[in-house]
């Protein structure tokens, strides 16, 4: 019997991840997201070429990492928020009701939201492997073993910001209430660890003196991010990268289970919630 | 109204009570207080930093040799760095007691004061610095003030030597021009040799206690004779070592010589573009903790994060060969030394040549130079030392980038859209069609 449940649900998943990400490349969006975040990382990479040329050298770990850490926010990001705003819809519309009604249950509808998002994202990310390994072909860049590692981690950011959208639509139910949490709480996080590298390094030791005010911001900044880094996406991605250039494997495991533990958190909160709160939109 | 008047009080006298404070602040008296100054071992050469009151944690090398002295100074605030700066010219007494190490609450060591001296070769300072202690301490200062007293002397009968030979030298030009005397070189006075300068130098005989302890966090503290723990002397003591050694390369190229960067790791890729010389100059390198290493050196350095790691250059290295291999080739190149010769006229400019003792007068620099001429082109390189033995983290690559083909990287960046277009028209073909049919 329950043999035959898991299966109904399985099949129930599959036919809704099918469903979405059919949808998905029906429409030009996608598409336009990743000509968009290849643009601006062919522009940051060109930029970084064009100071080598006129500088006449350049010393990179990876040349390529600032480009593809922009390239997968930007699609991480919109999947996260497309993915949120389709669940509140189906609160808001109340076809979340309806698919109750079949083989579905609370669990099999958001996985099947989730594993959409992933399968999608798993072709864009096919699509930059194959811009990246052109361009470091045609460019003469190096092609470094932890490129790959890069795109795992990617991958796992990517899932991580599905699962805060899945989980904000999950809260809220509502479009316009879950898409300005998350907006705020997206431009928290990002904006933290931005500022505190940004800070970070604008407050070097050769040129700051003690009485720099802008040791107060960087100090201040850096609280702040040592705590929200074991719970962004972006700063656990970043650091398990920066780990995996140093080659400090115990930090970029580390960092990586963190992403994977707390993916399965997010969504066992988020089926949670959506159980206890039943059908009906906020 | 009562009431009223208590609180108005309260909050000027508040006030007051705050102003006071900044002036006393601002204007601070100079005051007596314990200090630490140290001589700490920096991973190649000895060097002094002064702990102030309020500092309460102190950093040093493992295993290595360092100096603590206790003294009693005034100290005083100095606004335009932010720092307790020391007075020692107006005190700079030493304090009798003993220095006591504690690790996990117990006392581990307790250290008495000891003679230390100093000493290096001018000539050759990082490789002659040395650390003398106790006994030795005395007798490397005596033998300092004996070496200075026979370098007095020897300058003293080098002057007298030379005073008699151009006396010697003037009456023997007169007697020449009076008696019109043909003379050979020989007939000449001889000129006295100088004995060579001398190149020791040693700090006077200190007094202080000699720190060598393994890696770990310690805590000391300061037992006057009559048994108590001086005020102020409690600091926590980190010990540690360098995380890793490695060997770094200062790079730069043949258009911009005077700007060079340093390639730390071997993960870091040196492009560059066609056409172009790239010179490398190695050195030996220690990763620190830039925390614990900086604050050793100044322990009221505020900027240092525990987080962050830091390459410290040390000695250049020499007597090395640079083996280069590039697709197919393998050669292997020294250092040579290059004379920079401005361009003649008011343009400004300048050409990059090997250096020929026989024309040019002394040498710009010393490097490995290596030739990137087409785009597309990589290089790896590896230091050998003089038996030809490959040298742990010396490798790089050079990537000549081919920036000619930067268009590429745009024309794939609009390739999405444009499936994606062909995608959406397809879809409303096939959406048509299906209408029609139905």
Not at chain 1, 196 to 211: E, F, G, K, P
Not at chain 2, 235 to 245: G, P, R, S, W
Not at chain 2, 369 to 377: E, L, N, T, V
Request: aromatic residues 12%; hydrophobic residues 45%.
């Amino acid at each position: 019997m329950n043999k035959q449940k898991m299966k109904q649900q399985m099949h129930a998943i599959l036919v809704l991840q099918k469903r979405m990400s059919q949808t998905r490349f029906w429409g030009v969006g996608i598409f336009l997201v990743m000509s968009i975040s290849f643009i601006i990382a062919s522009v940051l990479l060109i930029n970084q070429l064009n100071y080598t040329q006129t500088n006449t050298i350049l010393l990179e770990k990876e040349i390529m990492l600032i480009p593809l850490i922009i390239n997968a926010i930007l699609i991480a990001l919109y999947l996260s928020f497309s993915s949120m705003v389709q669940i509140a819809r189906e609160y808001e519309q109340g076809t979340y009701e309806l698919l109750l009604y079949g083989p579905m249950d609370e669990k099999t509808f958001l996985l099947g939201y989730f594993i959409s998002q992933i399968k999608i994202f798993l072709i864009c990310l096919l699509a930059t492997i194959l811009w990246t390994l052109i361009c470091i072909r045609q460019l003469n860049l190096a092609l470094q073993p932890e490129l790959f590692l890069i795109f795992l981690l990617s991958l796992l950011m990517t899932t991580q910001l599905i699962s805060f959208g899945i989980l904000f639509a999950s809260i809220s139910r509502n479009t316009r209430t879950s898409v300005i949490y998350f907006s705020l709480t997206m431009l928290f996080l990002a904006g933290i660890a931005l500022a505190d590298t940004i800070i970070s390094r604008l407050v070097t030791i050769t040129v700051s003196t003690a009485n720099d005010p802008l040791l107060i911001v960087r100090d201040v900044l850096a609280t702040i991010n040592s705590v929200i880094q074991w719970v962004s996406p972006f700063s656990l991605m970043v650091n398990a990268i920066n780990a995996a250039l140093d080659q400090v494997w115990s930090i970029f495991t580390f960092n990586s289970v963190l992403i994977l533990i707390e993916i399965i958190l997010l969504l066992s909160i988020s089926i949670w919630t959506i159980r206890r709160k039943g059908v009906r939109a906020a | 109204m009562k009431k009223k008047n208590t609180f108005r009080w309260s909050i000027s006298l508040l006030i007051i009570i705050l102003l006071l404070t900044i002036v006393v602040q601002v204007f601070a008296v100079d005051t007596d207080e314990f200090v630490y100054a140290g001589n700490y071992y920096n991973g190649i050469t000895y060097s002094s930093n002064f702990i102030p009151p309020k500092t309460n944690a102190i950093y040093l090398l493992a295993n290595e040799d360092s100096i603590l002295s206790a003294r009693l100074t005034e100290t005083y605030y100095w606004p335009l760095t932010n720092e307790i700066k020391a007075s020692w010219d107006k005190q700079n007494e030493p304090v009798q007691g003993q220095l006591e190490i504690l690790q996990n609450g117990q006392i581990i060591s307790v250290l008495e004061r000891t003679n230390y001296t100093i000493q290096y070769d001018a000539n050759d300072m990082f490789g002659t610095i040395e650390l003398y202690v106790g006994e030795e301490a005395i007798a490397s200062r005596i033998a300092f003030e004996q070496a200075q007293l026979d370098y007095r002397e020897a300058l003293q009968a080098y002057n007298e030597a030379y005073n008699e030979y151009e006396a010697a030298l003037t009456a023997f030009m007169d007697k020449v021009r009076e008696e019109n005397l043909t003379v050979s070189e020989e007939d000449f006075p001889t000129e006295p040799q100088k004995s060579e300068d001398m190149s020791l130098y040693s700090t006077n005989l200190l007094q202080g206690f000699l720190i060598n302890l393994p890696v770990g966090n310690y805590t000391i503290q300061f037992r006057l004779p009559d048994g108590s723990i001086q005020e102020n002397s409690k600091k926590e003591l980190t010990i540690f070592e360098a995380i890793q050694d490695g060997i770094g390369y200062t790079v730069f190229s043949k258009d911009r010589w005077t700007i060079d960067e340093s390639n730390e790791e071997e993960s870091q890729i040196i492009y560059t573009t066609k056409e172009n010389t790239i010179f490398l100059q190695p050195y030996h390198q220690k990763q620190y903790n830039e925390l614990y290493y900086l604050r050793m050196a100044d322990p009221q350095e505020t900027s240092a994060r525990k987080d962050r790691a830091i390459w410290m250059p040390f000695s250049d290295l020499t007597d090395l060969n640079l083996l280069i291999s590039n697709n197919k080739t393998e050669s292997t190149i020294s250092e040579t030394d290059y004379y920079v010769q401005q361009t003649k006229g008011y343009t400004l400019g300048y050409d990059i040549l090997k250096f020929d003792p026989e024309t040019m007068d002394t040498i710009s620099f010393s490097a490995y130079g290596i030739d990137a001429s087409y785009a597309g082109q990589v290089i790896n390189i590896q230091a050998t030392d003089s038996e030809g033995n490959l040298l742990p983290s010396s490798a790089r690559e050079i990537r000549v980038i081919n920036i000619q083909r930067t268009w590429v990287v745009y024309v794939l960046a609009v390739l999405p859209i444009l499936l994606g277009i062909v995608f959406l028209y397809s879809r409303r073909k096939n959406v048509r069609n299906e209408k029609i049919i139905a």
